[in-house]
DNA sequence: CTGAGCAAACCGTATGGTCGGCTCGTAGGA
DNA sequence: TCCTACGAGCCGACCATACGGTTTGCTCAG
């Protein structure tokens, strides 16, 4: 998809990616991108609306369906995260493109919006939230730092993901431990 | 500071900000600024190393003279990230210039370089090695997910703030929790 | 007098966006 | 069934502008 070609250009260099470079990497002609595409700066926000998405798909995709627990959507995140940072690389990629886009205009609030609802979403997922909270933000802060080395050791991830894996599944506050 | 225009002009219009906007903001002119720098991207390389340093500085900074036990560098680390996130942005401005700067010539391998001398700190710490990285990336993760909305609860940031200082007061594993 | 620091004009190139035209699938009339 | 008209999708040439980097020359401290 053209998207996709989107993504691989912008992830590569960054948010000042040429129309051309992108057009030239989805195997079409710029005329023809802007076709489809009025401006460069709505296609990068179609990107970023479609990084959004894809992600989310991930997350809910990773959710066990034989899972009822509190905290089961915090786990099929968790796990969607490491997922992709083990054997893809795509979710840091996801990191990169979203930090290189929120420059471009629009897509500030569109990132802002999916973090909202991110936000409601683990709010209802029956876990304390301040522990929600700090096993998401610890899995972005893996997937961020995930950007700038060559790759982490992969049994030091598979330690990291099963450690918030348990802490998911005990509730109550955190402040007793 | 020259660097310091070049951070707020790449942070808001990313990676792809001109040497003419950068030297603008500096007020110079870009014959003058590229009398400092010899290309835009030996610029940009410069205000990578300039960011990682400020940011070490402030971490140490913030470490406790009187605390001497161990996670001592932790809690600095924790504290320079929450007390930039709460009061200022320099922070989160950090985070997005990193993943901005991230497709530089030259730029990851930096960042790269800087989080290795980081890990090995954490590591003379004293602290148990998983739990220390379980702290740090998600002060990580929320400095990250600090840039996308128009600035998290104040009161939220604080009690994170608190409970990875907690954490971080403990030693062993953390499998038992 | 000299050389460092800087400004401004300048150059070749690359960029975002427009435009005329080409191709082809298809609707519809005879 | 054949022919025609049409419009969506796409291409490649084109234009004005903005870019990175070089060069020239001014200013002023030592």
Redesign the interface.
Known sequence: MVLDAAAKVV??????ASVDAIARQAGVSKGGLLHHFRSRDQLLLALAEDLAEQFAAAVHAAVDPRDHAPGRLVRGYVNATFDDLIDGTSVPEQ??L???L???PGV?EV??R???RWNEAFDADGLHP?RA??I???????A??G????GTDPE?LR??RQ??L??SR?EGP??D?
Do not use: F, I, N
């Open positions: 992830g590569t260099h960054g948010s000042g990191v990169v979203a930090a290189a929120s420059t471009v500030a990132l802002q999916d973090k909202q301040q909270l700090l998401v933000r610890a899995a972005d802060g893996v961020t730092a950007l700038y080395e060559g030091e330690r990291t450690l918030l348990a802490l005990q955190l402040a431990l």
